[in-house]
């Protein structure tokens, strides 16, 4: 099996990264064999990841990247004799050979979210340009797409026309260090050095303007809770955002040791995005049983399910309701902690690849 792994460089763990490295960690577990094709070395901490012996790196010159994928990738795919490529992002996908070609494609956010004002495909940048080229080219090329949840099927759907019988649902979820986080882990002092309350809200996430924190930020406020912080983890901008509260603390991007105790200890958390394609901070906080909440948008209740609390975001009340709940209802609260575990129990990195090999295995067949 051939696998795009060209963003591997990159130490951070977010998004598209974070499913490729458990995808592949999992499928090296398979005894599946396995190619890494990359431009650029992969970093230490994912090779850690993957059980020795079962893959081998196919890494490029430095080159221009049309040349790569256009040239590169798909000659040495043919030499390699690699019966099904998988690209785990929305584009990079070879041309040529008689190989199957499988395409990750996550959400249709840009497509279906976005005005056409704030969409880059509408800017035509050389840079815009060059995303659109190669994402609709992997569109084309992909004899087979996965992707991570029934409501992004179909936005894929609508957004592509692509055929429903061409696209696989195949959950994520979270890393192991969030199942394995008790209420006894400690904070690193990077964390301690921010000095959250003994009590705070949680928010984990980007910062751009679908993930809706003004609306989060006006409940918190609004609730009144006495001694509460609201803890916001997430890069980006806050430029936005309204921070004069000094109980609004934003700690940037944190290490999955240190989120993992965040999870464990918050008394909630809480994702009011407008828009997500899968997720992913929702099956993080189950694992490590915390008392989840979820706006009523998108794929939240889909992956929500039975795990936790949801709120609408036509206005504010129930989202106040809930978080005043969580703080003076130890019952309640501890309700909330069982049912986050149990519904987290529904999603493994396991599950995932054994499904993805599945899915390459229907298209050899």
Known sequence: MGINARLLYSPEVRGWNRYTINLISELSQLDVALYLYTDRPIDPFYLSKLRPGSFQIRQSKPMNYFVWQEFWLGKNCIQDGVDVFHSPYHYGLPRGGRYKKILTLHDAIDQNFYSPAQ?????????????????????QRANLFITVSQFSKNDLINAFSLEDKKIRVIYEAADSVFHLATSANEPSKAISNHLIAAKYVLYVGGLERRKNLP????????????????????????AHLPTSDSRIKFLGFVSDPDLAALYSRAQCFVLPSLYE???????????CGCPTLAAQSSCLPEILGSGGESFPLTEKSRLIEL??????????????????RERSKHFSWKNTASETLSAYQSLLN
């Open 119 to 139: 969409s880059i495909f509408t800017r035509w940048s050389p840079f815009a340009l060059k995303i659109y080229y190669n994402q609709w080219i992997a569109r």
């Open 215 to 238: 609306f989060l930020i006006d409940a918190f406020s609004s609730a009144q809770l006495k001694d509460t912080d609201l803890v916001i983890v997430g890069a980006g901008s806050s």
């Open 323 to 340: 978080l005043k709940k969580i703080a003076s209802d130890s019952g309640f609260r501890e309700s909330l902690r069982e049912r986050a």
């Open 277 to 287: 394609g899968f997720g992913l901070p929702l099956c993080e906080a189950m694992a």
